[in-house]
């Protein structure tokens, strides 16, 4: 069975860091590309950044581009996410994500989601 | 940068067909996808690829992509069907996520 579970979601003031971590099971992390997405309380889905299986691509949304920085370790089966200089708006449920096709770039549709960790930014 | 428009909220009887939009440029000429979230839960994929179901996603979830829309449409609507349904698309190394409509089955 697929499962993503992120941690490292909490409280913290503006202009601080955080990192999140997606620990993965149940398929072979190493031959996925990977993707965050955000979502604010009350509001729709967004994507923040994908990586690919061999890190040779990465993609992050022009909100998040020069803060934030993804990566992973697939001999640990982990995704994370390093949030620097973080803001009110990056308030939001931060999601794990596993790309539906095994062996590709990032570039399609997200199969299995983690149930999320909440970031908090505020003073 | 690309656009994913879709309406807010859509209502429909039990029993019935919803079909829910989702709007961008020349659409058609890619990947459409779809996403179920209810309350307090995470995403759900319920078509890719346009039309595709993952396993486990009832037959009354179909999917079309042509021009510049793209469509969900459920069939036989059930209480249970009630969510937000969110569309998504890949554009220029980005991806795009439509800003989500309510279902509501009346």
């Known amino acids: 069975e697929v499962q993503l579970v992120e941690s490292g979601g909490g409280l913290v003031k503006p202009g601080g860091s955080l990192r999140l971590s997606c620990a993965a099971s149940g398929f072979t992390f190493s031959t996925y590309s990977m993707n965050w997405v955000r979502q604010a309380p009350g509001k729709g889905l967004e994507w923040v950044s994908s990586?690919?299986?061999?890190?040779?691509?990465?993609y992050y949304a022009d909100s998040v581009k020069g803060r934030f920085t993804i990566s992973r370790d697939n001999a640990k089966s982990s995704l994370y996410l390093q949030m620097n200089s973080l803001r009110a708006e990056d308030t939001a449920v931060y999601y794990c994500?596993?790309?539906?096709?095994?062996?590709?770039?990032?570039?399609?549709?997200?199969?299995?989601w983690g149930q999320g960790t909440l970031v908090t930014v505020s003073s | 940068s690309y656009e994913l428009t879709q309406p807010p909220s859509v209502s429909v009887s039990p029993g019935q067909t919803a079909s829910i939009t989702c709007s961008g440029s020349k659409l058609g000429n890619k990947y459409a996808c779809w996403y179920q979230q209810k309350p307090g839960q995470s995403p759900v994929l319920v078509i890719y690829q346009d039309s595709k179901r993952p396993s486990g996603i009832p037959e009354r979830f179909s999917g079309s992509n042509s021009g510049n829309t793209a469509t969900l449409t459920v069939s036989g609507t059930q209480a249970m069907d009630e969510a937000d349904y969110y569309c998504?698309?890949?554009?220029?190394?980005?991806?795009?996520f439509g800003g989500g409509t309510k279902l509501t089955v009346l």
């Open positions: 998504q698309a890949w554009d220029s190394s980005t991806v795009v």
């Open positions: 994500a596993r790309d539906g096709v095994e062996m590709a770039t990032p570039g399609n549709y997200f199969d299995y």
């Open positions: 990586i690919s299986s061999s890190t040779s691509y990465i």
